[in-house]
């Protein structure tokens, strides 16, 4: 016999609410609540739908829902609830049935369904509770509720947004043209010469995307590498004054858009460059312009991620215990020895580790290619070209997003290896209070000489690339003038108010209010996940993990076009809508919440939710009032690093943005791509700006207060 | 300064205006095991680190045989040293840790893995070269450490709180069996411990360090039973210090007064007055004259402790096979055994 209990759990309210009183549908032109029972279908709750306009495929939710009604703790209705809602959303399309069988089935359809909206999610979510909760109760996730739910909402939106982009991109690779079967077209596709040419080899003519792409990133990671090491042995192994500000240098990536550098090397080296127009003036040299092309990628490539490396390889370098080399030279080694055989071989692991991040971070990069690419084409840039370009080829696009995901993977794989193999330095447990050894008189003056000229190459460039919005036109026209910041940035009065008549205010607002709804999304997410993964121990925890490890390592671009592949039509229609660029930047961006989750977590013990709950305090209210406080320094560096990258990320969001909601950086570049620079250094100055901000708002809330059991006062 | 192996010639140790290692004197014998005894922060390590060739001392002189090596490198010193982590380099395996030394100095590759191998069978790890550092127990990491330092034949041998990273059980049959090794192979060592056990049941001289400064040094029997100071008898073993009063000085013996209990002690330079003595929780014994109220009671199988509330402060008493009981708050009376009590010498105490 069914027993209403009172009152319902509220996951089955929610999905209620979803059902019955909310629009079912995201509608085109706004919504709103006093439609839902009205005479426009496609406006009002499922429940309306059904029973006022002849949707039959609401009721089987509907029935579900009744069932939950009345046995709310079982699990049986609440898995039908979920299966009922996926079925009605694959099953109708835009164009009635979305498979013949159906069609066959229950006759021609003269009607069609937009993408699912707040009802059908409210909905969606509900049963998905619905669902752990009974999960919890049958004593899987050790009878926790709480856990389940967080699990099963994880779960959710990585398949959502992670794995079923990334299938359908994979799938549209096979997408049949027109006189072609499946594989032929696949196979067509994949063996293009435009990918895999190998011409450059015999005779002077471009190569292939994919060689292009992969020589540029193993040359640029070799570089950034190179420099990386030597600015981390210098910091941490010299007296050399100044470290300090060296330091400073690992911020930089952060704070700037991934093209400021390309722009300011364009101010250099580019025709109207200051050094070409000097070494035309001074011997009348002709430079031209090599920088447009393999060169120049390559050189703004080891600029922008040369501060990347160091930040690995400083803690690389830190993390060698002194007592190694301490070790060493009490064994009769010199200090050279002692750095060759010991210190170099243990920092191996982790030069190799900083390598590939580099090598994936060129991979990946969009906006220094497409600055300074000219004629030189790499996979990230001939995606963006052949989605926005004419003929809108999205099997090609699929096939070279498939190709660098490939690339990617293979790269985080290897990777993974690497890491994993770093454990054997942390060997010796306690650590003698030894001193850093210096470095080799050798090495240190080798060093330097690699790194402290292109520490002040980085300082030129940059200067450069701000100097560029306070010139009437770069290299032609000197004149000081403000004229570019008016023009994106004006304000006027009238007798309306304040107008924002600058050209750049709309995109800047929107990316400011975008970046900062999803920073809080973000965080909680990440923490959320660094929580159950560190702290709760449940059957497929390592699956969670390395589905959410795999959505880390998918690249900006091939996300960008698998989510318009895939959120161009119902059941989830959200391309030009702010929701997609929402769901963009959380799951881009996830990893930092749950990488400074992970690391705080692994500061506080154990045992001090463990206290909590044999205090009787649920899991939730262990995560809300034990280690949450606890955790304030990491949710805010969360929040700022989500809001931050949020501003600055371009590869991805290009893809997605619309007229309505336009991003900063992809207004710049299309400013850059226009030959505007004006404005688009202007633009870059104040997002910078803003950003280093953003990052001093981080030092001053953190970097006061550390917390953990490590913080006392030493003796 | 007579010829020991080692000999410290008012060697100290500043950083900046931080004063970590005041000047000091030491010597130490060849064939002998010296511990560096103090509690952390008292300046042991630095020492060690200075004759190590690690850090470099701002004042005196270190001569190693005769030799002064005050100005030389650590890898110009015939030194070697055993690291508190061991400090093995994981990325090599056990023979060529071992090797490292003998490589560094010159020796052929072959040769210095012959001699390597031959020092392992010393620690008694033959067999295990191929290994890699993880793969072994903490003990034998140990070995391994010992070996690596044991293979150079160095004059003197340094460790630095060798056995810190060890459990209990483990701690106590490595230190016998580098006392055994030390003894068999006549080395000379300079072994770093804040371990009161470890140092008395290892060393040859113990040198007790407090701020910097050597507050006594001396055989481990010597420190025991004649502590120059209330630290350091506190430091040696379970200790009650109490204010008594010497009332007769004659032939070196003293007259000592303790409420209603009379000793005679040996005077050790204290005249009539206050003096501090020291007295061990196992010559207290109760049923004495002297009024004191049981505040606690333990029974600890082998003997029985009782924490007494007395005029002179709380005392600790420790009774072998557990004696009678006796109750918390039963008030006993008790007097000392001479045997286990010491006045310690006034000019001795001039710090605080």
């Given amino acids: 016999m069914p027993r209403l209990s009172w009152p319902p759990p509220w996951p089955l309210l929610l999905a209620a609410a979803g059902l019955l009183l909310l629009p079912w549908h995201y509608p085109q032109d706004g919504f709103a609540l006093v439609s839902v029972w009205g005479e426009d279908a496609d406006a009002t709750s499922a429940l309306a739908q059904a029973a006022r306009h002849g949707r039959f495929w609401f009721w089987p939710a509907l029935a579900a829902l009744a069932l939950c009604a009345a046995w709310p703790r079982a699990l049986a209705p609440a898995v039908l609830g979920l299966a009922a809602v996926l079925a009605q959303a694959l099953a109708v399309g835009v164009q009635g049935w979305s498979a013949p069988w159906l069609?066959?089935?229950?006759?021609?359809?003269?009607?069609?369904?937009?993408?699912?909206?707040?009802?059908?999610?409210?909905?969606?979510?509900?049963?998905?509770?619905?669902?752990?909760?009974?999960?919890?109760?049958?004593?899987?996730?050790?009878?926790?509720?709480?856990?389940?739910?967080?699990?099963?909402?994880?779960?959710?939106?990585?398949?959502?947004?992670?794995?079923?982009?990334?299938?359908?991109?994979?799938?549209?690779?096979?997408?049949?043209?027109?006189?072609?079967?499946?594989?032929?077209?696949?196979?067509?596709?994949?063996?293009?010469?435009?990918?895999?040419s190998l011409a450059c080899v015999v005779q002077p003519v471009g190569c292939g995307v994919l060689w292009n792409t992969l020589l540029l990133a193993a040359c640029s990671a070799t570089g950034a590498t190179l420099l990386g090491l030597c600015f981390a042995l210098l910091v941490t192994r010299t007296g050399l004054p100044g470290r300090r500000a060296l330091r400073m240098l690992t911020v930089l990536p952060l704070i700037t858009p991934p093209f400021v550098i390309g722009l300011g090397l364009i101010l250099l080296f580019g025709r109207a460059g200051l050094v070409n127009q000097a070494a035309e003036a001074l011997f009348g040299w002709e430079l031209g312009r090599w920088i447009y092309g393999f060169d120049g990628v390559f050189l703004a490539q080891v600029f922008a991620f040369t501060p990347t490396a160091f930040l690995v390889l400083i803690g690389v370098v830190e993390g060698i215990s002194p007592a190694m080399e301490e070790a060493a030279t009490m064994l009769r080694a010199t200090r050279m020895r002692a750095f060759t055989s010991v210190a170099l071989p243990l920092m191996l692991p982790g030069i190799a580790n900083a390598w590939l991040v580099a090598f994936v971070e060129s991979l990946t990069d969009f906006g220094n290619p497409v600055v300074l690419g000219g004629s030189f084409g790499v996979l990230s840039t001939e995606i963006f070209f052949a989605v926005v370009g004419a003929q809108q080829e999205f099997g090609r696009a699929a096939v070279l997003a498939s190709v660098m995901l490939v690339v990617a993977l293979g790269a985080f794989a290897l990777q993974r290896r690497v890491v994993a193999r770093r454990s054997y330095v942390s060997l010796t447990g306690k650590g003698d209070a030894g001193l850093p050894p210096q470095l080799p008189a050798p090495v240190r003056r080798a060093a330097m000489a690699v790194a402290l000229p292109w520490a002040g190459l980085t300082v030129i460039v940059y200067a450069m690339a701000l100097a560029g919005a306070f010139v009437k036109v770069w290299g032609r026209d000197w004149t000081p003038t403000l004229e570019h910041f008016r023009r994106a940035f004006a304000l006027e009065w009238s007798a309306g108010g304040l107008i924002f008549s600058g050209g750049a205010w709309h995109s800047l607002g929107t990316t400011l209010l975008l970046a900062g709804i999803a920073a809080p999304i973000t965080a909680a997410m990440g923490l959320l996940a660094a929580w159950l993964l560190a702290r709760q121990d449940f059957r497929g925890r390592t699956l969670l993990e390395f589905a959410l490890m795999l959505t880390f390592a998918v690249p900006g671009t091939v996300m960008g076009v698998a989510y318009i592949l895939t959120f161009n039509l119902p059941p989830l229609e959200l391309t030009g809508t702010a929701v997609i660029l929402l769901a963009c930047f959380v799951f881009r961006n996830?990893?930092?919440?749950?990488?400074?989750?992970?690391?705080?977590?692994?500061?506080?013990?154990?045992?001090?939710?463990?206290?909590?709950?044999?205090?009787?305090?649920?899991?939730?209210?262990?995560?809300?009032?034990?280690?949450?406080?606890?955790?304030?320094?990491?949710?805010?560096?969360?929040?700022?690093?989500?809001?931050?990258?949020?501003?600055?990320?371009?590869?991805?969001?290009?893809?997605?943005?619309?007229?309505?909601?336009?991003?900063?950086?992809?207004?710049?570049?299309?400013?850059v791509i226009n030959g505007d620079y004006g404005v688009a250094i202007a633009y870059c100055a104040v997002l910078i700006l803003l950003m280093v901000g953003a990052v001093g708002l981080i030092q001053l809330l953190v970097g006061q207060r550390r917390l953990g059991r490590r913080a006392a006062v030493p003796a | 300064?007579?010829?020991?192996?080692?000999?410290?010639?008012?060697?100290?140790?500043?950083?900046?205006?931080?004063?970590?290692?005041?000047?000091?004197?030491?010597?130490?014998?060849?064939?002998?095991?010296?511990?560096?005894?103090?509690?952390?922060?008292?300046?042991?390590?630095?020492?060690?680190?200075l004759v190590a060739g690690l850090e470099t001392a701002t004042e005196g002189r270190i001569l190693l045989g005769g030799q002064d090596v005050t100005q030389l490198a650590a890898g110009e010193r015939n030194v070697s040293m055993v690291f508190q982590s061991y400090a093995l380099f994981p990325h090599l395996n056990v023979l060529d840790n071992v090797a490292y030394g003998l490589v560094s100095s010159g020796v052929k590759r072959a040769e210095a893995r012959l001699r390597a191998e031959a020092t392992l069978g010393t620690v008694g790890l033959a067999g295990y070269g191929a290994r890699l550092p993880s793969e072994l127990s903490g003990g034998q990491q140990q070995r391994v450490a010992v070996a690596r330092a044991l293979?150079?034949?160095?004059?003197?041998?340094?460790?630095?709180?060798?056995?810190?990273?060890?459990?209990?059980?483990?701690?106590?049959?490595?230190?016998?069996?580098?006392?055994?090794?030390?003894?068999?192979?006549?080395?000379?060592?300079?072994?770093?411990?804040?371990?009161?056990?470890?140092?008395?049941?290892i060393s040859d001289r113990i040198v007790v360090l407090r701020d910097g400064a050597i507050a006594q040094a001396g055989t481990p029997r010597e420190l025991y039973e004649q502590p120059a100071s209330v630290f350091v008898a506190g430091f040696m073993g379970e200790a009650n210090a109490v204010r008594a009063r010497v009332l007769a000085v004659a032939a070196g013996q003293a007259e000592v007064a303790l409420g209603a209990l009379r000793l005679t002690l040996p005077a050790r330079g204290c005249g009539p007055g206050e003096a501090d003595l020291v007295v061990r929780p196992e010559a207290i014994r109760l049923g004495g004259a002297e009024p004191a109220t049981v505040t606690r009671a333990t029974y600890m199988g082998s003997h029985a402790e009782?924490?007494?509330?007395?005029?002179?402060?709380?005392?600790?008493?420790?009774?072998?096979?557990?004696?009678?009981?006796?109750?918390?708050?039963?008030?006993?009376?008790?007097?000392?055994?001479?045997?286990?009590?010491?006045?310690?010498?006034?000019?001795?105490e001039e710090e605080r």
């Fill in chain 1, 103 to 196: 069609e066959a089935l229950f006759g021609a359809l003269d009607d069609r369904q937009f993408g699912i909206g707040l009802g059908g999610a409210c909905t969606t979510l509900g049963f998905l509770w619905l669902t752990t909760g009974a999960l919890a109760r049958r004593g899987a996730f050790r009878g926790d509720r709480f856990v389940a739910g967080g699990v099963g909402l994880l779960a959710l939106l990585i398949l959502l947004f992670t794995a079923w982009p990334v299938l359908r991109l994979l799938a549209e690779m096979a997408a049949p043209r027109e006189g072609f079967t499946a594989w032929a077209s696949l196979a067509e596709r994949l063996l293009d010469r435009k990918l895999l």
């Fill in chain 2, 151 to 201: 293979v150079l034949e160095p004059e003197l041998l340094l460790f630095d709180e060798p056995l810190s990273n060890l459990d209990t059980r483990l701690r106590r049959s490595m230190r016998e069996e580098i006392r055994a090794l030390q003894q068999r192979l006549g080395l000379t060592v300079l072994y770093v411990t804040h371990d009161q056990a470890e140092a008395m049941a």
């Fill in chain 1, 590 to 671: 996830l990893p930092v919440g749950v990488r400074s989750g992970l690391a705080a977590m692994s500061q506080l013990d154990r045992s001090l939710d463990e206290a909590a709950l044999t205090l009787r305090a649920s899991s939730f209210r262990v995560l809300r009032t034990v280690v949450l406080p606890l955790l304030k320094p990491a949710i805010v560096t969360a929040l700022v690093y989500a809001f931050v990258r949020a501003v600055t990320t371009v590869s991805a969001v290009i893809f997605l943005v619309s007229a309505e909601y336009e991003m900063a950086t992809v207004f710049i570049i299309n400013r």
């Fill in chain 2, 306 to 348: 009782y924490v007494l509330a007395t005029a002179h402060g709380p005392l600790l008493a420790m009774l072998p096979g557990g004696g009678e009981p006796h109750a918390a708050g039963s008030a006993v009376g008790f007097d000392i055994d001479p045997a286990g009590a010491v006045l310690i010498g006034q000019e001795k």
């Fill in chain 2, 1 to 49: 300064m007579s010829g020991g192996a080692l000999t410290l010639e008012g060697v100290g140790k500043r950083y900046g205006v931080v004063r970590a290692l005041k000047p000091l004197d030491l010597v130490v014998q060849p064939g002998t095991l010296v511990t560096l005894l103090g509690p952390s922060g008292c300046g042991k390590t630095t020492l060690l680190r």
